[in-house]
């Protein structure tokens, strides 16, 4: 069974640009969440989509944004890049049911300069 | 005080030791609680998943929650050179988003051969 698979894995963008980050989930899960993993503040979540509809937002700006496809895969993109936001962006799969266990990607790692 | 606090280390341990990694949290309110271990450069992987109080066992591998004191443990028996990777706790509620998990900086654990 495939896991979840992130793209790209590395980029390097500058300051101003824009980027979008893809996730396929596992087959068969619906839910999909993103998190933002920095030395600093560790994993933070960004929000979580289940069934094509944005299900939970976390406490990041509105340059951070999302969506999900009818058939699960997801994207999410960063606007105007700034310096703070070089990190490793997971992408996690689940059912959607109760029991909250998420199935994480590999990441993309994320450089501005 | 943050919802999940977690020692950082870094942990160093000699080959077969017992391990003892912990978490404290802030609010009765999270229900289910997991630990994720992540090497280096990949994403986290589910390691235990607990949603009441006392011990689960799978392997080396123990998870202990306590839920009046707001503690969970995992404990590694007979620790190996392939242990070595970054433990994270996470936590999470039933009656909200089920992909928005509370994670524990992480602690870092190295495993002397």
């Known amino acids: 069974k495939a896991g979840v698979t992130q793209t790209p894995r590395y980029l390097i963008k500058t300051r101003g640009q824009q980027v979008t980050l893809s996730c396929s989930p596992i087959s068969g899960h619906r839910s999909v969440s993103w998190y933002q993993q920095t030395p600093g503040q560790g994993l933070q979540f960004l929000f979580e989509?289940?069934?094509?509809?944005?299900?939970n937002k976390g406490n990041f700006p509105g340059r951070f944004s999302g969506r999900q496809f009818s058939n699960s895969r997801s994207e999410m993109n960063v606007s105007t890049l700034e310096l703070g936001d070089s990190a490793l962006y997971l992408c996690?799969?689940?059912?959607?049911?109760?029991?909250?266990?998420?199935?994480f990607g590999e990441g993309s790692r994320l450089t501005v300069l | 005080q943050k919802e999940v606090e977690q020692d950082p280390g870094p942990l160093s341990v000699p080959e077969g030791a017992i391990v003892s990694l912990n978490c404290t949290y802030s609010n009765s309110a999270f229900q289910y609680f997991m630990w994720y271990r992540q090497y280096s450069r990949k994403g986290p992987e589910l390691l235990m998943y607990?949603?009441?109080?006392g011990n689960k066992e799978d392997g080396r591998f123990t998870a202990q929650v306590d839920k009046s004191s707001k503690y969970i443990s995992l404990f590694i028996r007979d620790s190996q050179p392939s242990d070595s990777a970054t433990y994270l706790c996470a936590i999470g509620n039933y009656g909200g988003s089920q992909g928005n998990l509370i994670f524990g900086k992480g602690t870092k654990l190295s495993v002397k051969p």
């Open positions: 996690a799969s689940s059912l959607g049911s109760t029991s909250g266990e998420l199935f």
């Open positions: 989509y289940f069934s094509e509809t944005q299900r």
């Open positions: 607990t949603y009441s109080s």
